[in-house]
């Protein structure tokens, strides 16, 4: 899959590109279904709110067949590759639970703070692509992006490990005040199956979600091969040390996967 040249001129003008409906509502029920099964269980890879609820499961692809045909689909590695001109790797795989009534927040960051402060990332050349596995509403979380505030570089930030269960490389307020006034706050909203993909230094963050609808979106962090991380200090299951690009598999590879569970269950 290509991505238009309107869509490559939004991406690296804004820092975001948001494509909805990417997935169709076949593909993403399988993943939906999965996602369940995968946030219940209990293993080390799968992190909790402080209230217990399920916040984050790392690595899904690695022991999940589903996720496993997500992390190799052709719709979320080709337009990573086009952006960074070369293969990628995967750096981090998560599904990110924002549960209904106990999803907490994340606070405003950069994802490449992250990735340079604890991985040794050398440059930006890695980005988040998602999927939307349940319809993401102005109400239940969506995650809010600063247009443009790429354009800023890496920001100073503090380490929180206060304010979630999950340590965190934050921005201060002025400094959002300050980028917003320049970017405003956009949050992109649709059905299941949507596709963002955003920049590593955007800055984005999102509400807790107080509503009876849980907001689970799967995360693929995409890096350009020559671009591996130099200095872990992180599980592998969250920096991933296997920096061979990524096999694609066909685009109808999670479609036949769906048919066949569902026969299966039948
Ligand atoms: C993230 O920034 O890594 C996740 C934010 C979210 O899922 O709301
Ligand atoms: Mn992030």
Known sequence: MQLTQAQLDQFHTEGWLFLPELFTPEEVAVLREESAAVLARNREEIWREKNGAPRTAFAAHTYNEAFSILGRHPRMIDPVEQVFGEP???HQFKINAKA???GDVWQWHQDYGTWLRDDGMPEPRAMNISVFL????????ALMLVPRSQKHGNLQAGHDKQTTNYPLWTLDNDTVERLVKDGGIVAPTGKPGGMLMFHGNLVHGSAGNITPYSRRIVYLTLNACSNYIRKPTRPEWIAHQDFRPIEKVADDALLKYARSHRQAAE
């Open 100 to 102: 209904k009534f106990e």
């Open 88 to 90: 990628v790797y995967m």
């Open 134 to 141: 349940d319809e993401v509403l102005p109400i239940n979380g």
